[in-house]
């Protein structure tokens, strides 16, 4: 079966139904096929891997949008939660989305961060990124999500919300970097982690739960990506 894809210019195309949208970027050019990070498909974010299967819009994202910037904080993001993890794997992540310039990841931890690890934390990152490890997405039921973070409060607290919220037969995503690091997460992500090639972490801070005094205080690390190490110098 054909479907027909509908780019940002108005022109249309015809492809076979579950074509992905990293398949009709090399379909354009092998430079676009580079660069895409994700895509909007009807205007809603979507991996590149994701099988297109009715007619729709897509515009393909690269750092150049927007869109394709939070995807490469949000990636990069994952990366760095993921070095975390492997060298202190005692730590208890709670959230990590990308911001206006980069990203940062609040975790919980006995141990206190400060600047000083930030090398150790840089060459894992780079550890992770030589290794290429695809990004996957995965669904769960909300009891298998609960297993999965079981010793995890504030992704159980997360997980509350959303039962509360759209009931107990609702599915949640996840995903997973190489078959090790696995986090709760809406997406969409890059291919892999090679493509982010540069992070750079700034600061360290200190930052509640939810941005309530009430709750625990927890660490922030913030950080910083570019696909060219010569914007992070600028």
């Not at 509350?160 to 995903?175: L, P």
Request: hydrophobic residues 35%; contains cysteine.
């Amino acid at each position: 079966m054909k479907i027909t894809i509908t780019f940002p210019d108005g022109s249309k195309n015809a492809f076979d139904s579950g074509i992905t949208p990293q398949a009709i970027a090399r379909t354009i050019s092998q430079r676009l096929a580079k660069e895409a990070l994700a895509a909007l498909v009807d205007g809603t974010p979507a991996d590149l891997a994701a099988p297109l299967t009715k007619d729709c819009a897509l515009q393909l994202l690269t750092f150049e949008d927007a869109e394709g910037k939070e995807v490469f904080w949000h990636s990069a993001e994952h990366i760095t939660t993921a070095a975390l993890k492997r060298l202190y794997p005692e730590i208890r992540l709670a959230m990590g989305p990308p911001i206006e310039n980069g990203f940062y990841a609040d975790f919980d931890s006995s141990q206190t961060f400060s600047e000083k690890d930030f090398e150790k934390t840089e060459q894992e990152i780079q550890n992770i990124i030589k290794e290429d490890l695809p990004f996957t997405r995965k669904e769960l039921t909300i009891q298998e999500a609960r297993s999965l973070f079981r010793d995890n409060p504030y992704k159980q607290e997360w997980l509350d919300e959303i039962e509360k919220e759209q009931g107990s037969q609702v599915r949640v995503t996840a995903y997973t970097t190489g078959d090790g690091f696995v986090d709760l997460c809406i997406g969409p992500h890059v291919p892999s982690t090679g493509m982010v090639k540069n992070i750079k972490l700034t600061r360290v801070a200190g930052a509640y739960w939810r941005g309530d005094a009430k709750n625990k205080m927890l660490q922030r690390i913030y950080g910083i990506a570019f696909p060219k190490k010569s914007e992070l110098e600028l």
